[in-house]
């Protein structure tokens, strides 16, 4: 089994105010959930109106799927229209259940 996660920051230029904030990075999180099969969290960054850590895990029986689908997601993030990608870090590891 192959464990896999990323761990993204987005600046979210347009947020005033924490409310602003938590309706775009529910936006995103729900629709990476749905679209990838992954668990997926706001994990930083909590009190800063401006700034959202999210972080993705998933897990699969091949490395190179587990690789792809962090990819998709770094991609996908980066394309969104409101959020700005400022950056993210990526591990991916094996263990045996």
């Not at 005033?16 to 938590?22: M, Q």
């Not at 799927?65 to 400022?86: C, D, K, M, T």
């Amino acid at each position: 089994m192959v464990i896999g996660s990323l761990k993204a920051r987005l600046l979210v230029r347009e947020s005033r105010t924490l409310k602003d904030k938590r309706r775009v990075v529910r936006s995103i999180l729900d629709r990476l959930r749905d679209g990838f099969n992954v668990s997926a969290a706001e994990v930083d960054t909590h009190d800063d109106v401006k700034v959202a850590t999210l972080a993705f895990a998933t897990v699969g029986f091949d490395m190179a799927a587990v690789q792809h689908v962090l990819q998709q997601i770094s991609e996908a993030l980066r394309r969104h229209p409101v959020a700005e990608y400022l950056g993210g870090e990526s591990r991916v590891g094996s263990e045996i259940v």
